[in-house]
């Protein structure tokens, strides 16, 4: 697929059919999204791989979408998705690769971050992720972990990981449109400011 087509066609898809994914497909996937850019080529990143209904399961056993939440009514087709990848990031990493002789006139070993670089390369991981999923003719979806101890205690997750959110992929069922999508795209011309703001 060309890469306008894969991104253009990347969208968040909450109905999924229970189908196992190709193990080739997964592997991709997975191989892709540990290519993401990161500061100080840190990698702080981790994995947390999901497959089937035993694994899936016990994850939304554990970590179950937010009572009340109006999206709740639209999850039984995102919990149908035969992967999901929690996608986590490790502080404590940047702070020592920031430590090392190259990189530590930053200040930034022990300093404050202008920005947690951690949650950022955590994020273009996951990114990575949505996109070769939409390549191998699969849809995705990311969302945020409700309950970052229930997933620590089913999973062993150990400290100083932190969850910044995961993404469930699978066969794409039709589904609706999230209502948020009714709001359009902003026109370039308020995002892009050429020279200054």
Not at 40 to 50: N, Y
Not at 146 to 159: K, M, N, S, T
């Amino acid at each position: 697929m060309e890469f306008q087509d894969v991104v253009r066609r990347r969208r968040m898809v909450r109905n999924f059919d229970d189908r196992p994914l190709a193990p080739e497909a997964v592997e991709r996937i997975l191989a892709n999204g540990g290519r993401a850019p990161s500061a100080g080529f840190t990698q702080g990143w981790a994995f947390l791989v999901l497959e089937g209904p035993a694994e899936t399961g016990r994850f939304w056993a554990a970590c179950p979408p937010p009572e009340g939440s109006r999206a709740r009514a639209r999850w039984p087709g995102v919990l149908r998705a035969p992967l999901v990848v929690v996608v986590l990031a490790d502080e404590g990493a940047y702070r020592r690769r920031y430590a090392e002789p190259d990189k530590a006139a930053s200040g930034l070993a022990d300093g404050e971050w202008p920005v947690p670089y951690w949650h950022v390369d955590a994020g273009f991981a996951a990114l990575l992720m949505l996109l070769t999923a939409v390549d191998a003719g699969l849809g995705a979806l990311f969302f945020g972990v409700a309950d970052h101890d229930g997933l620590r205690r089913a999973f062993g997750v150990p400290g100083g990981w932190t969850p910044v959110g995961a993404v469930a992929v699978g066969h794409v069922r039709p589904d609706e449109p999230s209502p948020s999508v009714s709001r359009g795209r902003r026109p370039l011309e308020d995002v892009v400011h050429r020279g200054r703001w």
